[in-house]
T-cell receptor, first 111, second 115 residues
Framework: QQQVKQSPQSLIVQKGGISIINCAYE??????FPWYQQFPGKGPALLIA?????SEKKEGRFTISFNKSAKQFSLHIMDSQPGDSATYFC??????????FGTGTRLKVLA | DAGVIQSPRHEVTEMGQEVTLRCKPI?????LFWYRQTMMRGLELLIY????????DSGMPEDRFSAKMPNASFSTLKIQPSEPRDSAVYFC?????????????FGDGTRLSIL
């Protein structure tokens, strides 16, 4: 019940295309859902986060869609750029500290 | 502002040796986390400190691992004796839990190789 399932494992998108990464969870007590971006040799960096009281949050080219009834949330990257090539992790937490991370999606955007 | 600072960035040592990883959290953050990242297991939380006190160490793999936070600006993760299966990237993260959910800020990690 503590797992967060992330898909796909890897993704190749053409420049200008839309990248979509999906996550699903079981624990309905989770109340915070961040997405992290990680470049090689770097630590994960917060990209965008959502709480379950909203269905969508947009920051620039990055959008989180949240479906509470389906217990799913997804990251959409519009107008994908080669500089977006990185590994993306979804996570979920209940209350304060314990993030449960997805297994990661390696995104490659072709120039 | 300086982010989370970890040292060393890379560590290569022989099996059986003691390894000490260091972390300086972001100033003002009152919570600190140690994670381990491997291809097989992804990102795993090892231990969590709040106000310098260990709150949850259920992720520490075994007694060979220990962590301390002697003050608000410094933490160590020690492995003694080290084994090849400890090879991984170890991340430290910090956050301020005042005001509810706040994002965790990660350092750039220590890549540990045990030969």
């Amino acid at each position: 019940q503590q797992q967060v399932k992330q898909s796909p494992q890897s993704l190749i998108v053409q420049k200008g295309g839309i990248s979509i990464i999906n996550c699903a969870y079981e624990n309905t007590a989770f109340d915070y859902f961040p997405w992290y971006q990680q470049f090689p040799g770097k630590g994960p960096a917060l990209l965008i986060a959502i709480r379950p009281d909203v269905s969508e949050k947009k920051e620039g080219r990055f959008t989180i869609s949240f479906n509470k009834s389906a217990k799913q949330f997804s990251l959409h990257i519009m107008d994908s750029q080669p500089g977006d090539s990185a590994t993306y992790f979804c996570a979920a937490s209940k209350g304060t500290y314990k993030y449960i991370f997805g297994t990661g999606t390696r995104l490659k955007v072709l120039a | 502002d300086a982010g989370v600072i970890q040292s060393p960035r890379h560590e290569v040592t022989e099996m059986g040796q003691e390894v000490t990883l260091r972390c300086k959290p972001i100033s003002g953050h009152n919570s600190l986390f140690w994670y381990r990242q491997t291809m097989m297991r992804g990102l795993e939380l090892l231990i969590y400190f709040n106000n310098n006190v260990p709150i949850d160490d259920s992720g520490m793999p075994e007694d060979r691992f220990s962590a301390k936070m002697p003050n608000a600006s410094f933490s160590t993760l020690k492995i003694q004796p080290s084994e090849p299966r400890d090879s991984a990237v170890y991340f430290c993260a910090s956050t301020s839990l005042v005001g509810g959910n706040q994002p965790q800020h990660f350092g750039d990690g220590t890549r540990l190789s045990i030969l």
